[in-house]
């Protein structure tokens, strides 16, 4: 079994059938992740919530005319014929539709096969009892560049996992299985940065490494590359009017995560620096000669200290403010990007 089908598109027998509970897959457009999906969770009838970041995005596409298995039956008929109803304000279920012959309408029938819900609103849910649901498609969960970040997000989005699957774990059932689904947006998102997985994703984007297991996590990274419906999307009007190195081509087509800034990058002698200040994970080092500035996670010397509370980083921006100066004059290097990105969160660019 392959990663992907022998048509291009992404293989959801493979992605489900790996011993991960948590799967983030990041590719191109239109190579079937959503569609793959809801198609999997439907034909193995398995309850799932899908779910989206924020209300509004949910409340596009509750509505029968835009849901997204629609799609399923565009393309495979009416044994894929969905109705949606709204459960209360935030839930929305999905059922089979059965034609009314009085109504001449499509109409919601039998059990519920699955829900809509926003991440934003998750933590509002009371007494929504989720032990039966067995799947968690969370889709489109990198916020595109435009798109207000919401408070906290990582934080929110393991809460969300943690509400949906409760104690099950604890009384003998099998763990929610967790599949994110997202186009190559942002690589420094607010979910990977909590999870701690942002260097684990770019060395496998540096080394072309399309799949990835960590079994003692129970995590399956998917950066998916060059497909055949990649190539054949980069001939149409789209594509041939933005032009094959503009950043949405790049991101669309070959995967390539849209970088805000991407400061100096690469390992220093440690040496002909000295310790400055040590703030949360990350050490800051001063030229011993030259005005530059050196980034690591390795600490050494005897530097000023400030942990990673809120107060403490007000301090620390407060006192070191110079230093975002710095970074701004391109004068800061940084040993990895991921310590790039720390740096950052603690400046309070990332949220």
């Not at 022998?6 to 948590?22: C, E, I, K, R, W």
């Not at 055949?228 to 933005?242: D, H, M, N, W």
Request: with cysteine.
């Amino acid at each position: 079994m392959g990663l992907y089908l022998d048509s291009g598109y992404l293989n959801m027998d493979f992605v489900f059938s790996q011993p991960a509970v948590y799967s983030f897959i990041v590719g191109g457009r239109a190579i079937g992740k959503t569609f793959g999906s809801l198609k999997y969770v439907i034909d193995n009838d398995i309850k799932f919530i899908y779910m989206r970041r924020t209300q509004m995005q949910v409340d596009m596409i509750r509505s029968d005319d835009l849901n997204p298995f629609n799609a399923l039956r565009t393309v495979l008929g009416d044994k894929y014929n969905f109705c949606m109803k709204k459960i209360n304000k935030n839930i929305t279920g999905v059922y089979d539709a059965a034609f009314n012959p009085d109504t001449q309408v499509y109409e919601p029938s039998g059990a519920v096969r699955g829900y809509i819900m926003a991440l934003s609103t998750v933590a509002n849910i009371r007494g929504f009892d989720a032990s039966d649901v067995r799947a968690l498609v969370y889709d489109e969960f990198i916020g595109e560049r435009h798109e207000r970040r919401l408070s906290s997000e990582g934080t929110a989005f393991l809460n969300a996992v943690e509400t949906i699957a409760r104690n099950r774990e604890l009384t003998g059932g099998d763990p929610l299985k967790v599949i994110c689904l997202s186009n190559a947006n942002d690589l420094a998102n607010p979910i990977f940065i909590e999870l701690q997985i942002v260097g684990a994703v770019e060395k496998m984007l540096q080394t072309g490494v399309e799949f990835k297991l960590f079994q003692q996590r129970s995590l399956a990274l998917y950066v998916l590359h060059d497909t055949g419906i990649s190539l054949k999307k980069a001939e149409t009007s789209l594509y041939r009017l933005v032009g094959s190195e503009s950043e949405f081509s790049r991101m669309s087509i070959g995967n390539d995560f849209t970088k805000e800034e991407r400061a100096l990058i690469r390992s220093e002698n440690i040496r002909e620096y000295k310790a400055l200040v040590r703030v949360g994970e990350i050490t800051v080092y001063k030229h011993k000669s030259r005005r530059i500035y050196y980034v690591t996670s390795f600490n050494s010397g005897s530097p000023e200290v400030y942990d990673s509370g809120e107060m403490e980083l007000k301090r620390f921006t407060r006192d070191y403010y110079f230093l975002w100066l710095s970074y701004l004059n391109r004068n800061i290097i940084f040993e990895s990007y991921i310590d790039q990105i720390i740096f950052e969160k603690y400046f309070n660019i990332r949220k």
